[in-house]
């Protein structure tokens, strides 16, 4: 099974860019679907992205929509979410999970990492 961990995270200037990272490993990268959610304190964990097994399809949520950009490396078993335009709203712990089919439901996915903290100050 897959293992993945996510790196990336920090503070950031509202206007500002990041770029988060997902390192996975113990299983076969390119044969999962991967996205990206967050979460902020006591909230239900949110879609922001998603990709195909081979990073010819992608999904986004409304919100970030020409913002982020999701893309994955499948020779380097690393996805990857670029973050433009970033905005206090974006605050949140952000996941990176694994799944078998490329989708915006939480429950699709049955791997995660253990996130990493994205904080956007105004």
């Known amino acids: 099974q897959v293992q993945l961990v996510e790196s990336g995270g920090g503070l950031v200037q509202a206007g500002g860019s990041l770029r988060l990272s997902c390192a996975a490993s113990?299983?076969?990268?390119?044969?999962?679907?991967m996205g990206w959610f967050r979460q902020a304190p006591g909230k239900e964990r949110a879609y922001v992205a998603a990709?195909?097994?081979?990073?010819?399809?992608?999904y986004y949520a409304d919100s970030v929509k020409g913002r982020f950009t999701i893309s994955r490396d499948n020779a380097k078993n690393t996805l990857y979410l670029q973050m433009n335009g970033l905005q206090p709203e974006d605050t949140d712990v952000y996941y990176c999970?694994?799944?078998?089919?490329?989708?915006?439901?939480?429950?699709?996915?049955?791997?995660w990492g253990q996130g990493t903290q994205v904080t956007v100050s105004s």
């Open positions: 113990g299983g076969t990268f390119s044969s999962y679907a």
């Open positions: 999970a694994a799944g078998q089919v490329t989708s915006i439901r939480y429950s699709s996915y049955g791997y």
């Open positions: 990709i195909s097994r081979s990073g010819g399809t992608t």
